[in-house]
């Protein structure tokens, strides 16, 4: 049973795909924990909400039911909370540490983005979405991942997209299920034959960590890893893709930023982080109580599905000074756009070691990179906020 709330029952599901700023805005001004019945959930709007609920397993548990997640992926880390939660995680996260993929950036990253720069160089102009950030993005999962040649580029994108529209399904869609219930079967299918060969033949990829990894006497099920490599397909391929295109996006944005990290490349790693926390690329945490509870003063009933909006904390003015300004400088604390807690995303570091090559390489390596003055950038979504297109003009290749 939920309360009728005046702003949230007037914001669609195309409002906030659209654009979903103003709506959070009005929300974390008006009514920042809000049934929000387009959706389905209540919002929660705020950072001090958002980072109390995402960080309070006990009381908002990521183990929801029902789960968009569980629904599409099967049982998996991000849909898990407690004992089950602690397994999954402690056997996948080892793979992510700097101390295994510390050679990512020199070693795959960079071999991949400068191939797409060379492709590029001597146009003049380049969409960055479909010629950069998603290539790179699916280029290093594949090898990060070990499915590899087992699937073709164009195949991993279109699982990704199918995933996706299931795991944002909160409506409950039957024809969006079907799509991504389909997409899930053929996961499954590709990643049994992988794995039959991986049995004998361990390498560096995730699936064989995850095959072959033991903690405390515990090993993942098969039907566990296939439920958790969605995760990383999905997870793997937006927020780096995305994180890349907003960060370039974001700092040729602001000319004089941009001019200042090309002067002095230790400000990548700060621009991308702003990029994050400005534009979030991931938009919600789903989450339900586990008992009655209050949050901002607005009672909650046992089994409430709420999504904690992580890119709206990461513009609540009550906690960052002047939050809707890109400033490299201004918004150095920590942000929530990887989430929280014990939910806080396993392939941050990977996703970060892309946007920071990728943003590099193109400033180093385009002279007088832009934006297209005629074809202005276009971005949609809210719980997973993408560029429809962002098109880039540049003067030609650097020596």
């Not at 098109?391 to 650097?398: K, P, Q, V, Y």
């Amino acid at each position: 049973m939920t309360q009728a709330t005046t702003v949230g029952s007037t914001i669609s599901v195309e409002d906030l795909e659209r654009d979903p700023y103003p709506a959070y805005a009005r929300l974390r001004a008006e009514e920042p924990v809000s049934w929000v019945e387009s959706v389905g959930l209540w919002l929660v709007t705020r950072w001090d909400d958002v980072n109390h609920v995402v960080k309070t397993p006990d009381l908002f548990t990521g183990e929801t039911e029902p789960s968009t997640l569980n629904r599409t992926f099967g049982k998996n880390l991000l849909g898990s909370e407690g004992p089950y939660h602690h397994r999954i995680r402690s056997i996948i996260q080892p793979w992510f540490r700097t101390q295994a993929i510390g050679h990512y950036p020199d070693e795959v990253v960079a071999p991949v983005m400068n191939e797409l720069i060379d492709a590029v160089a001597d146009r003049g102009e380049l969409e960055l979405a479909s010629e950069v950030a998603e290539p790179l993005s699916v280029r290093v999962l594949k090898r990060a991942t070990g499915l590899g040649d087992a699937v073709e580029d164009e195949t991993l994108q279109r699982w990704f997209g199918e995933l996706a529209l299931g795991a944002a399904n909160f409506e409950g869609d039957p024809a969006k299920q079907e799509v991504a219930d389909a997409a899930s079967r053929e996961v499954n299918e590709t990643a049994a034959q992988i794995l039959d060969r991986l049995e004998d033949a361990p390498d560096d990829t995730l699936l064989s960590s995850m095959l072959h990894t033991e903690v405390d006497g515990e090993r993942l099920t098969r039907e566990e890893i296939q439920s958790n490599l969605k995760v990383m397909i999905v997870g793997g391929l937006q927020a780096a893709s995305d994180l890349i295109a907003v960060s370039v996006w974001a700092l040729r944005s602001h000319p004089e930023q941009a001019a200042r990290v090309i002067a002095d490349p230790e400000l990548v790693a700060p621009a991308v982080e702003e990029a994050a926390r400005w534009h979030s690329p991931v938009g919600t945490s789903t989450r339900q109580a586990t008992r009655d509870t209050e949050l901002a003063g607005v009672p909650l009933e046992k089994g409430a599905l709420i999504a904690a909006v992580l890119s709206s904390a990461n513009r609540d003015d009550r906690h960052w000074n002047e939050p809707d300004r890109f400033d490299i400088d201004a918004h150095r604390r920590p942000h929530l756009a990887f989430a929280g807690g014990s939910h806080v995303c396993v392939g941050a570091l990977l996703g970060r070691y892309e946007a920071r090559i990728a943003l590099r390489a193109l400033l180093e390596r385009l002279p007088g990179l832009r934006l297209d003055p005629d074809r202005p950038a276009a971005f949609s979504g809210w719980e997973f906020r993408s560029p429809e297109h962002i098109d880039l003009l540049f003067d030609g290749a650097r020596a």
